[in-house]
């Protein structure tokens, strides 16, 4: 239940009203209506397929966050019951809730990372995300030109209003009025393919989820099936999401990915340690996201990306406790933030260290 | 207006019908069975290595968590990497004492665990006694002094023994090896330290390292991220190769391989058009 106060009164009242009162309304007259509808092939389908109950069940489900204690334990029965014979081996969805007194943060040295993708590969091993057609990765590794970063203060100070010709009109012109100040993804390479690295000339940086403080697709969402956690990490229902990718659009950083076709994953691969908001297995038609590894960080542990770095780049911890490996880098380090124009205040931190 | 207010029945009978259509569908996605993908017919790699070929191996285990069935170690398939670990602290030992330096760099070693280093060194586990099964005073007898000379054997390891780049030039092999205690490193002070204690050695001179180290800043800990819980750290030679610091600095890796390409997208040569500029 602690999860939520971040949700009050009033928003409860809205959203319980908005789509289940109708539901509700609209099959006052349902038993009448399946007699009539459900023809001989269905009602075969239904009774060969053991899941045909829970499948109705979890379609009249609610925002996770709303429910009962009671119908939350039987939404994850309902899944674990759907895990296990799909995937052929006992699979948990956990509902641990997020620790309290703690806000997630995570720090990565771009001076160290060397562009080896095995934070990529690794997230994939841990979350289940589609293996092939659709291949879903939510770390996305950039290589960079060395000269696309530049925190210097002249470079900085470049390009603030001149006079021109037509007067001083606060229009920018030279300097860097045609060129990004600070961090540029100009040129960047995401598809790089080099038989060694890291190449020289080069620098390389992993961009995913940057669990915002403001984060812009939790305000696009329409349906709050997106929603921030008290300790800081933008999470989603699937069950909830109803695909119309409005928080794609509204992320700067490209970090949400759509299921556009049913996920494949092969059983063997499957990662049987799941959280309802982490890595259970997604379904077709939903968005889904790095959530530092929800079913991990909740219990205690690191995400799978920051133990699979070879060059230790990747530091988590919590931003709240001043002897946490982020927080001594945020005090010792030179640190920024991506895309902070965006007035997004992410809490992925990239440090020169 | 007019329409609704007749037939509510009707609107909610046809409501419905669509929902139920709609449920069957969902239903019949959800038990589609598991496609066969390409990975599937590929045999998992089980000679897998930590950080670097050569520095840490590890054979994964089928099976080592029976109550999930993991494996012990998730490696990639085109590099043989460890990716994922089922358990951070398997194989790990506490790290052993650690000396208090000052307040900022107390370090959180309550509850450190490493990964012993000396089952990985090849000489090391040759014979019974490690090292000293020939370096034991007889078969090869101990040397006089420290000073730099010409060594026949280990050419694995330093090529020429005279052209030990370590300190370019200011160190030799007996200023870390202890000579007559060969099991062991020996410091600057002349105290013995384990081949799983590098840092107490490599921290005397490289002290900012050290203090990065120390805080968790430089280098890699898995396990728990709450301070003062349990966690594995990585110590110096788990990455660096201390004898060849200079002639092989940072020896390039081979990638994992790239994301797929969108669909329709024969290659990605448009981002490599601003390459010339650079």
Same mark, same amino acid.
């Given at each position: 239940m602690s999860e939520e106060k971040i949700i009050d009164l009033k928003d409860e009242d809205e959203?319980?009203?908005?789509?289940?009162?109708?539901?509700?309304?609209?099959?006052?007259?349902?038993?009448?209506?399946?007699?009539?509808?459900?023809?001989?092939?269905?009602?075969?389908?239904?009774?060969?397929?053991?899941?045909?109950?829970?499948?109705?069940?979890?379609?009249?489900?609610?925002?996770?966050?709303?429910?009962?204690?009671?119908?939350?334990?039987?939404?994850?029965?309902?899944?674990?019951?759907?895990?296990?014979?799909?995937?052929?081996?006992?699979?948990?969805?956990?509902?641990?809730?997020?620790?309290?007194?703690?806000?997630?943060?995570?720090?990565?040295?771009?001076?160290?990372?060397?562009?080896?993708?095995?934070?990529?590969?690794?997230?994939?091993?841990?979350?289940?995300?589609?293996?092939?057609?659709?291949?879903?990765?939510?770390?996305?590794?950039?290589?960079?030109?060395?000269?696309?970063?530049?925190?210097?203060?002249?470079?900085?100070?470049?390009?603030?209003?001149?006079?021109?010709?037509?007067?001083?009109?606060?229009?920018?012109?030279?300097?860097?009025?045609?060129?990004?100040?600070?961090?540029?993804?100009?040129?960047?390479?995401?598809?790089?393919?080099?038989?060694?690295?890291?190449?020289?000339?080069?620098?390389?940086?992993?961009?995913?989820?940057?669990?915002?403080?403001?984060?812009?697709?939790?305000?696009?969402?329409?349906?709050?099936?997106?929603?921030?956690?008290?300790?800081?990490?933008?999470?989603?229902?699937?069950?909830?999401?109803?695909?119309?990718?409005?928080?794609?659009?509204?992320?700067?950083?490209?970090?949400?990915?759509?299921?556009?076709?049913?996920?494949?994953?092969?059983?063997?691969?499957?990662?049987?340690?799941?959280?309802?908001?982490?890595?259970?297995?997604?379904?077709? %038609?939903?968005?889904?996201?790095?959530?530092?590894?929800?079913?991990?960080?909740?219990?205690?542990?690191?995400?799978?990306?920051?133990?699979?770095?070879?060059?230790?780049?990747?530091?988590?911890?919590?931003?709240?406790?001043?002897?946490?490996?982020?927080?001594?880098?945020?005090?010792?380090?030179?640190?920024?933030?991506?895309?902070?124009?965006?007035?997004?205040?992410?809490?992925?931190?990239?440090?020169? %260290? | 207006m007019d329409f609704q207010y007749k037939s509510p029945t009707f609107v909610s009978i046809v409501l419905c019908a669509i929902l139920v259509a709609g449920m069957s569908a969902f239903n019949s996605a959800h038990s589609a069975e598991v496609k066969p993908a390409e990975t599937q017919n590929a045999q998992p790699v089980t000679d897998c290595f930590e950080s670097r070929i050569g520095y840490s191996s590890v054979t994964r285990v089928e099976n080592a968590n029976p109550k999930y069935g993991y494996p012990n170690v998730k490696c990639s398939q085109s590099t043989g990497a460890v990716l994922w670990w089922a358990d951070p602290f398997e194989g790990t030992i506490p790290m052993g004492d650690m000396p208090e330096i000052s307040d900022d760099t107390r370090g959180d070693f309550a509850n450190a665990v490493v990964k012993p280093r000396q089952p990985q060194l090849m000489y090391f586990n040759m014979g019974p006694n490690g090292c000293e099964s020939c370096h034991e005073g007889k078969t090869v007898r101990y040397p006089k002094d420290t000073k730099p000379r010409l060594i026949g054997m280990h050419q694995d390891i330093v090529e020429n023994s005279l052209k030990l780049m370590h300190g370019r030039g200011a160190l030799w092999c007996l200023n870390c090896h202890s000579a007559n205690h060969r099991n062991n490193l020996i410091d600057r002070q002349g105290n013995l330290l384990s081949f799983n204690q590098p840092q107490k050695l490599c921290g005397g001179c490289h002290g900012d390292i050290y203090i990065d180290w120390r805080a968790g800043i430089h280098g890699k800990r898995i396990g728990s991220w709450a301070t003062g819980s349990k966690k594995r750290w990585w110590v110096c030679t788990e990455c660096h190769n201390p004898h060849t610091v200079q002639v092989a600095r940072f020896n390039r890796l081979k990638p994992e391989p790239p994301p797929p390409l969108p669909r329709g997208m024969k290659n990605a040569d448009y981002e490599r058009a601003g390459e010339a500029k650079h």
């Open positions: 959203l319980r009203q908005g789509r289940r009162d109708f539901l509700k309304h609209v099959c006052t007259s349902s038993a009448a209506a399946l007699v009539l509808t459900t023809t001989p092939s269905e009602a075969v389908d239904s009774a060969s397929n053991p899941d045909a109950d829970a499948t109705v069940a979890e379609y009249f489900q609610g925002h996770f966050l709303l429910m009962s204690e009671e119908e939350k334990l039987k939404a994850i029965a309902r899944l674990e019951k759907r895990y296990s014979a799909k995937y052929m081996k006992k699979t948990t969805v956990a509902n641990t809730p997020a620790p309290d007194g703690v806000l997630f943060g995570y720090a990565l040295d771009i001076g160290k990372c060397i562009g080896c993708r095995r934070c990529v590969h690794a997230c994939v091993k841990e979350n289940n995300q589609s293996r092939n057609d659709p291949e879903v990765q939510w770390i996305q590794v950039m290589k960079m030109p060395k000269g696309n970063i530049a925190f210097t203060a002249d470079q900085l100070d470049k390009g603030y209003p001149e006079k021109s010709e037509f007067g001083d009109y606060g229009v920018q012109v030279g300097g860097n009025a045609y060129k990004t100040a600070g961090l540029s993804t100009e040129d960047a390479q995401n598809y790089y393919n080099d038989e060694l690295v890291p190449d020289k000339d080069f620098f390389y940086m992993p961009v995913q989820c940057q669990q915002c403080e403001k984060p812009p697709c939790v305000k696009a969402c329409p349906v709050r099936a997106t929603f921030r956690d008290h300790a800081g990490v933008v999470l989603i229902d699937y069950n909830w999401c109803i695909g119309c990718r409005m928080c794609q659009l509204a992320c700067p950083y490209h970090a949400r990915r759509f299921n556009w076709g049913e996920p494949n994953l092969p059983a063997e691969e499957m990662n049987p340690k799941t959280h309802y908001f982490g890595n259970r297995p997604r379904m077709r %038609g939903v968005m889904e996201k790095c959530t530092f590894c929800a079913q991990r960080t909740r219990e205690g542990r690191n995400p799978a990306c920051q133990e699979a770095c070879p060059v230790g780049a990747r530091k988590f911890g919590n931003l709240l406790d001043p002897n946490s490996d982020v927080r001594q880098v945020l005090a010792t380090k030179r640190v920024f933030r991506f895309k902070e124009e965006a007035g997004t205040y992410p809490k992925f931190f990239y440090y020169i %260290g | -």
